[in-house]
């Protein structure tokens, strides 16, 4: 009688990122978007996570390693940022374009549903394709961000979106992104680090910032017509979105109002608000305190009083 024997696979380490790129389509050609993957690339289970308006994926690493268990979690550049290719027009950086590139994402990920984490400009993508007939979003965490802005926060982002920067050194170009970044909260030195490095490079002898400065040419050309029109559009999307959505908010951000966030709760279906204290625009969720609150949205933990 001959033994069998039976021999086990090698148990695969999935808390490293992985870097992937899908192929994406505009009005004005083809381009690539590069996403960030953590967890087990089986789990159907996904978290998409997607940055803020000058920002990169890898904003996310902390979360991503906080749900890799759970969650297959995919952090895209947006077009125009990070690894990401640059538009051929800049005319189409704005939010349609953002939705066409996510479902895209989606559909190579060759899954039914995606929970969402967004924070400011991913917070509006998830915002439209939310409420969108037939959406995968399941469930869907808005990062400090709603369909009404303050003027003051369009202001501050106007004053510097698009402006060329050179830096002689990559501590340099952190720190200056730090500076721009500031109210995201009381970060140390290591968390700046790590969240900004990814968003420079150098190139002919100098650090310069990944993103392409012409993401500003339709934040500069939007007429208030324009903009009021954008925002009813996001009421409507908001109202039109069945499925859990929770507004977190910094104390002291200039960009959405309390005043905002309860009007979200009023018009949406199923809006729940949490505040983060010590933060402004916008909490950076590196803290356990902060991660707590999306795991606590998310998964039923404890949410950390939130």
């Not at 148990?11 to 990122?17: I, K, Q, V, W």
């Not at 789990?43 to 803020?52: A, D, E, F, W, Y």
């Not at 590139?101 to 917070?123: C, H, K, P, Y």
């Not at 007939?133 to 303050?150: F, Q, S, Y």
Request: net charge negative.
């Amino acid at each position: 009688m001959t033994a069998s024997i039976v021999v086990e696979a090698p148990h695969s380490d999935f808390s490293e990122p992985r870097q992937r790129f899908v192929q994406c389509a505009s009005p004005a050609g083809l381009h690539r978007i590069a996403y960030t993957e953590w967890g087990d690339p089986a789990n159907p289970r996904v978290l998409l996570c997607v940055h803020g308006l000058t920002r990169s994926g890898r904003d996310f690493d902390a979360i991503a390693r906080a749900f890799a268990a759970e969650y297959r979690v995919v952090c895209p550049d947006v077009v125009g940022r990070g690894l990401s290719d640059w538009l051929a027009d800049p005319r189409y950086y704005g939010v349609p374009q953002y939705v066409a590139d996510m479902v895209t994402l989606i559909a190579r990920l060759n899954v039914e549903t995606v929970d969402w984490f967004g924070t400011s400009m991913g917070g509006l993508i998830g915002m439209a394709l939310g409420g969108l007939p037939n959406t995968p979003i399941r469930k869907m965490l808005l990062n400090d961000v709603g369909p009404h802005i303050e003027p003051i926060a369009l202001k501050r982002i106007g004053d510097y979106l698009g402006k060329p920067a050179r830096f002689a050194s990559l501590d340099e170009g952190v720190r200056h992104a730090a500076a721009l970044a500031s109210s995201f909260g009381p970060l140390t030195d290591e968390e700046w680090t790590a969240i900004n490095t990814p968003l420079l490079h150098e190139r002919d002898g100098a650090w310069t910032f990944r993103y392409d400065p012409g993401i500003a040419t339709p934040f500069t050309a939007a007429t208030d017509e324009q903009n009021a029109a954008g925002e009813a559009y996001l009421w409507h999307a908001l109202a039109s979105i069945k499925t859990p959505v929770l507004v977190v908010r910094g104390q002291s951000s200039d960009l959405l109002s309390r005043e905002t966030v309860q009007l979200m709760i009023e018009k949406g279906q199923a809006v729940t608000g949490a505040e983060v204290p010590n933060a402004g625009h916008a909490p950076a969720f590196l803290s356990a305190d902060q991660i707590a609150v999306a795991t606590g949205f998310f998964l039923g933990k404890d949410a950390g009083g939130a």
